[in-house]
């Protein structure tokens, strides 16, 4: 197993267990990483428990927030807890008191939630949303109209000259 304690600064992790208190790390690998007050560019593994910390990209089976932040989250089980994300892709997406950019996901729960776009086949709980699933099929087919519109025009007043 792997540890980091705080002030230390790694390139690249890989072991099968790795515990992150407070460092700093590029890349890490792993079966199981925890990470407690420390942050990485990028985390790839199967189990991701991830604590009032920070990660750019994660990668993972199941992989759980609490009080943490990530700009990408990708997992089959994905759990939110007073988090931040910038977009989250899963197959279950469980969520409360969170907040995410997009949420992508087969089915998710939320509990005193937003997200600007939620795209999901079931969604139970009270989430707070500016585009859902219907409205993301409006909006796009709107501005396919608009654009095509104004091709439309653009193409009959070029065609004059």
């Given at each position: 197993?792997?540890?980091?304690?705080?002030?230390?600064?790694?390139?690249?992790?890989?072991?099968?267990?790795?515990?992150?208190?407070?460092?700093?790390?590029?890349?890490?690998?792993?079966?199981?990483?925890?990470?407690?007050?420390?942050?990485?560019?990028?985390?790839?593994?199967?189990?991701?428990?991830?604590?009032?910390?920070?990660?750019?990209?994660?990668?993972?089976?199941?992989?759980?927030?609490?009080?943490?932040?990530?700009?990408?989250a990708?997992?089959?089980?994905?759990?939110?807890?007073?988090?931040?994300?910038?977009?989250?892709?899963?197959?279950?997406?469980?969520?409360?008191?969170?907040?995410?950019?997009i949420?992508?996901?087969?089915?998710?729960?939320?509990?005193?939630?937003?997200s600007?776009?939620?795209?999901a086949?079931?969604?139970?709980?009270?989430?707070?949303?500016?585009?859902?699933?219907?409205?993301?099929?409006?909006?796009?087919?709107?501005?396919?109209?608009?654009?095509?519109?104004?091709?439309?025009?653009?193409n009959?007043?070029?065609?004059?000259?």
């Amino acid at each position: 197993m792997d540890e980091i304690t705080a002030n230390e600064q790694k390139d690249e992790l890989k072991a099968e267990v790795i515990n992150l208190q407070g460092g700093l790390v590029d890349t890490i690998e792993a079966e199981v990483v925890h990470v407690n007050r420390g942050y990485a560019n990028r985390i790839v593994a199967t189990e991701i428990a991830l604590k009032s910390g920070g990660a750019v990209s994660i990668q993972g089976e199941n992989i759980g927030f609490y009080q943490g932040a990530a700009i990408t989250a990708r997992g089959n089980v994905v759990l939110f807890d007073d988090s931040n994300a910038g977009a989250v892709v899963s197959d279950e997406l469980h969520m409360s008191g969170s907040r995410t950019g997009i949420s992508v996901a087969r089915h998710i729960d939320m509990e005193d939630c937003t997200s600007v776009i939620l795209l999901a086949r079931e969604v139970n709980g009270t989430v707070e949303t500016i585009l859902d699933t219907r409205g993301a099929l409006v909006a796009g087919l709107v501005s396919g109209i608009a654009v095509g519109l104004v091709l439309s025009v653009f193409n009959m007043l070029t065609r004059r000259r």
